[in-house]
Antibody, heavy 125, light 108 residues
Framework: QVQLQESGPGLVKPSETLSLTCTVS??????????WGWIRQPPGKGLEWIGN???????YYKPSLKSRVTISVDTSKNQFSLKVSSVTAADTAVYYC?????????????????WGQGTMVTVSS | ESVLTQSPGTLSLSPGERATLSCRAS???????LAWYQQKPGQAPRLLIY???SRATGIPDRFSGSGSGTDFTLTISRLEPEDFAVYYC?????????FGGGTKVEIK
């Protein structure tokens, strides 16, 4: 079955860059049928979409985060990555990677259907 | 940006009862691109409903979704012990994708 696994440092200093990787198993990240996304959840709060990437490298970001966020894909490793620069305490959250099917007509099929378990990242000196 | 408002914030019910959760969007959600997720403590969200009313793979039929435009509903016909959790709606019809603030369904 398809599984996603986040990895990266659990502690990042303010003003530095947060870097996470999502490793996909059981499926090819090069499939034209899926986008791959990042979502985060501050402690005790709701979910926030960060952005998506397609295997071709096309990216889509939340406008309010766009200036600090970079999502990239490494098809040779079946991984995609997230970088958030100039982090502050407000970036402290559980970060999830997830799969999003490519839209088929108006079927509404393109919600996030498979999620990683999430990784906690704390921004603190 | 489409803001999703979920109500109530907390729903206190007993097993076997019916749960009705609401999600209201500040802008019409195009083509019913509205999903519902369930999240239990320490776990990732799980997709329940997509396209406003289609159940995801493996989701029991006690979960149903309805609505269109700006008003959507998730109904759990008879609550099972494993259904007590937080539920989020999400719109993915326009960018940026947005989530509601969540409804916690707790045991009364």
């Amino acid at each position: 079955q398809v599984q996603l696994q986040e990895s990266g440092p659990g502690l990042v200093k303010p003003s530095e860059t947060l870097s996470l990787t999502c490793t996909v198993s059981g499926a090819s990240i090069s499939s034209s049928s899926y986008y791959w996304g990042w979502i985060r959840q501050p402690p005790g709060k709701g979910l926030e979409w960060i952005g998506n990437i397609y295997y071709s490298g096309s990216t889509y970001y939340k406008p309010s985060l766009k200036s600090r966020v970079t999502i990239s894909v490494d098809t040779s490793k079946n991984q995609f990555s997230l970088k958030v620069s100039s982090v502050t305490a407000a970036d402290t959250a559980v970060y999830y990677c997830a799969r999003r099917p490519r839209r088929i007509a108006a079927a509404g099929n393109d919600a996030f259907d498979i999620w990683g378990q999430g990784t906690m990242v704390t921004v603190s000196s | 940006e489409s803001v999703l408002t979920q109500s109530p914030g907390t729903l206190s019910l007993s097993p076997g009862e019916r749960a009705t959760l609401s999600c209201r969007a500040s802008q019409s959600v195009s083509s019913s691109y509205l999903a519902w997720y369930q999240q239990k403590p320490g776990q990732a969200p799980r997709l329940l409903i997509y396209g406003a009313s289609s159940r995801a793979t493996g989701i029991p039929d006690r979960f149903s979704g309805s609505g269109s435009g700006t008003d959507f509903t998730l109904t759990i016909s008879r609550l099972e012990p494993e259904d007590f959790a937080v539920y989020y709606c999400q719109q993915y019809g326009s960018s940026p994708l947005t989530f509601g603030g969540g409804t916690k369904v707790e045991i009364k």
